[in-house]
């Protein structure tokens, strides 16, 4: 549904700690997850992605790990530094065919030096 | 360079008038998107096109419109129905799905307010 009045969950987390962004969604149709950051004013850009037959992808610093029994998704970032302050999507896409790219709320990511 | 390029990045337009807001890529892709992002939120979904000529509406496609005429540009026209157009815009583009899901790559915005 649609996320009018609705403003983003904020996570702080002390610069080198690790940081776990959750996402919940409710299309079972999905089966391509991707998470993207994005800085104030700027486009969304690409983080890490994984597919429905994965259930765990890693990345440099970045962990996505899916959960499709409660249709749940969440990234790791580990040994956080103060670049890593922006905000997190999730994104969800269906089948093979069907090009509709949805994405969740969000969350602010602040690190605090 | 192979980019997504969104174009104005501020546009200030009077109530009651029509704007066009230009997406181009030269990455090759099928598909492209436009999102509308208001502050502290997430990006809704306006419209989306699998293919040159076709279009499908996204979650919030009331007082909007798309054309597909060419791969590379997907324009969208923010029309007087529109109640509330003061938001951040953003187009994206991906490689249709015939084979593989890939991410879809964003332009860097642009800034709509009405007046």
């Known amino acids: 549904g649609e996320s009018v009045g609705l403003h983003l969950p904020t996570l702080s987390v002390q610069e080198g700690d690790n940081s776990i962004i959750n996402c919940a969604y409710s299309n079972s149709a999905s089966d391509y997850f991707i998470w993207y950051k994005q800085e104030s004013g700027k486009g969304p850009q690409f983080i890490i992605d994984i597919r429905s037959n994965m259930d765990k992808r890693q990345g440099q610093r970045v962990t996505v790990l899916l959960n499709k029994t409660v249709k749940h998704l969440s990234l790791q970032i580990a040994a956080t530094q103060p670049g890593d302050s922006a905000v997190y999507f999730c994104?969800?896409?269906?089948?093979?065919?069907?090009?509709?790219?949805?994405f969740g709320t969000g969350t602010r990511l602040t690190i605090i030096p | 360079d192979g980019g997504i390029t969104q174009s104005p990045k501020y546009l200030f337009r009077k109530e009651g008038q029509n704007v066009t807001l230009s997406c181009e890529q030269n990455l090759n892709h099928d598909a492209m998107y436009w999102y509308r992002q208001d502050p502290g939120q997430g990006l809704r979904l306006i419209y989306y096109s699998q293919i040159v000529n076709d279009f499908q509406k996204g979650d919030i496609a009331e007082g909007y419109s798309v054309s597909r005429e060419k791969k590379e540009s997907f324009p969208l026209t923010v029309t007087s129905a529109q109640k509330n157009p003061t938001a951040f815009y953003l187009c994206a583009s991906s490689i249709e799905a015939g084979v593989v899901n890939t991410e879809a790559f964003f332009g860097q915005g642009t800034r709509l307010t009405v007046v």
């Open positions: 994104a969800e896409k269906e089948d093979f065919g069907n090009e509709k790219l949805t």
